[in-house]
């Protein structure tokens, strides 16, 4: 993978840069040639997994931060945008999330954030953060022009 620049931002553990957020990753993913429907899709993502780093990694407690680095690479696949949502909550299992389709909880206010991400992303990997707290990495990649 050749990576290009990577863009960070954080900041405190509210959702006021929530829109900040949401506009650099637009950014960065019109700089990695992603399309308008795709677009849509990663500022859903953003804002989905940076409200769950918010209130259900940090507890909405502003004394803890969120980290988030925007990547833009080129592979073998083409190319694309890598996110990364970082907070400094305790974690969770990625394993044991509930199932947000099963009958039980189809009408709960909540618990659908990661389900959503993982349909409109490439890739999505769920994982305890080396530096602590609970990370997202996500990538969406631009679409290839179809070979005739």
Not at 7 to 23: A, E, I, K, N, Y
Not at 34 to 55: F, M
């Amino acid at each position: 993978m050749t990576l290009g620049s990577s863009v960070r931002l954080d900041f405190r553990s509210t959702l006021d840069m929530l829109d900040l957020v949401q506009g650099v990753g637009d950014h960065i993913g019109r700089m990695a040639g992603l399309d308008e429907d795709a677009l849509h899709w990663l500022g859903v993502a953003i804002r989905e997994s940076v409200i769950n780093a918010v209130r259900h990694g940090n507890k909405g407690d502003e004394a803890k931060r969120v980290h988030v680095e925007f990547t833009r690479f080129k592979d073998d696949s083409g190319p694309g945008v890598s996110i990364r949502v970082r907070d400094e909550g305790p974690g969770f299992d990625p394993e044991v999330v509930p199932d947000c389709c099963d009958p039980e909880n189809l009408l709960k206010t909540s618990g659908r954030g990661i389900f959503m991400i993982r349909s409109f992303m490439d890739e999505l990997v769920l994982r305890r953060a080396a530096e602590g707290g609970m990370e997202v990495v996500m990538v969406k990649r631009a679409q290839q022009p179809q070979q005739v």
